[in-house]
């Protein structure tokens, strides 16, 4: 991690405190309100709960000193992006998306933003620039891919989609602010499911966007307030709490995830290992210029449906899940949901357990469908 990213993580816990008078409580109140005291002019002041709430606007505060960007909270990662594609485009602007990243976004594109003159097209990550920008509105990038982990050149999709004229949006959901910094590589807009890493705990959706131009930002706030995509109370507090301990979870998550890919790759039962720290990965090189540590996900082939369901059935310190990053290792088959991975691709999230005796697990678990 850079000293950048030591001494934003040192000073995130202590935003709040700097506000604090004498008296006041250190911990962030939970406010559940939908109205306030809004005697005579109101303005400059929280009017209603779907303009502003206290709780929320402390998270804001600290995604926006994590990404040194203005952020803006959204209820989930898709509302997020959706806030994006809807704040931002208009009808005849045509779009460009990853075909190996999270699906959600093409569906979204295909059911709701066609019917509206927004065409888009669709390219693999790892051969993201072929084919140039021309002609596109609005270029999302995702890198790592989720779930294959291809990477792109985010600097380079930056540079030649400016030069076409484009907006880049880059979903950083898989790396998070100490991970990867799309904002410093040239990206315009970041987008994010909070609900991953940066909460940590399973039990809250959450999502923001951020970016350093206050047009786009003033317009995806009033995208939220208009189409009442804000979030709730006590989810942007529950987030609040795991921003706290971001730093520490993913520190103890990567450096995890490196010692367990490596003896992935020489166990028997797997065929392959997809993993950007190891240095034969396809994206490795790329990684170590764009990436501030190399994550905590790695994919996994075991060869066939019938293996990989048997090894995460077994497992006893990995959750059958969909979903990543919470303090639980989790692990699922992603064919499953129609991604292009082959049948037996597990897409597993290293957690928080101590590390050997998460890799006794997997290894026991392994050596049961060896065969």
Request: hydrophobic share 40%; proline share 7%.
């Amino acid at each position: 991690m850079s000293d950048t990213a030591k001494s934003r993580a040192a000073t995130l816990a202590h935003l709040r405190g700097v506000k604090l008078a004498k008296g006041d409580p250190v911990s962030l109140p939970l406010t559940m309100t939908t109205t306030f005291h809004l005697p005579g002019n109101p303005a400059g002041v929280s009017q209603y709960g779907r303009y502003d709430n206290p709780t929320w606007e402390a998270v804001e505060d600290m995604l926006g000193h994590l990404e040194d960007a203005p952020s803006v909270a959204f209820p989930s990662g898709m509302a997020a992006i959706a806030a994006v594609f809807f704040a931002l485009l208009k009808a005849g602007d045509r779009i460009l998306l990853p075909s190996d990243g999270y699906y959600t976004p093409r569906l979204l594109a295909e059911r709701f933003l066609k019917p509206f003159d927004v065409p888009f097209d669709a390219r693999p990550t790892k051969s993201f620039l072929d084919g140039g920008f021309s002609g596109y509105r609005l270029v999302f990038v995702e890198t790592p891919s989720n779930p294959g982990l291809d990477i792109c050149d985010m600097a380079g999709v930056a540079r030649l989609a400016h030069e076409a004229g484009a907006l880049v949006v880059a979903d950083n959901t898989t790396m998070t602010p100490y991970g990867q910094r799309p904002l410093d590589l040239g990206a315009d807009i970041v987008v994010a499911a909070d609900t991953k890493a940066p909460n940590g705990h399973s039990d809250a959706l959450f999502g923001h966007v951020a970016c350093r131009d206050a047009g786009i930002i003033t317009a995806i706030r009033d995208w939220r307030k208009l189409s009442g995509s804000i979030p709730g109370p006590f989810e942007a507090w529950l987030v609040h709490r795991g921003l706290e301990t971001l730093e520490v979870r993913f520190e103890r998550m990567c450096k995890s995830a490196e010692l367990i890919a490596r003896r992935l790759t020489n166990h028997r039962a797997v065929k392959s290992v997809r993993f950007p720290g190891l240095e034969d990965d396809p994206s490795h090189n790329l990684a170590t210029t764009q990436m501030e540590r190399f994550g905590f996900l790695i994919g996994l082939d075991l060869g066939s449906e019938a293996k990989a369901e048997a090894f995460i059935g077994a497992c006893a310190l990995v959750q059958p899940a969909t979903s990543f990053g919470g303090v639980h290792s989790s692990a699922e088959r992603r064919a499953r949901w129609g991604d292009a991975v082959p049948p037996g691709f597990v897409r597993l999230s290293v957690g928080c357990e101590p590390v050997e005796a998460l890799w006794q697990a997997i290894e026991a678990s392994l050596d049961g469908i060896r065969g």
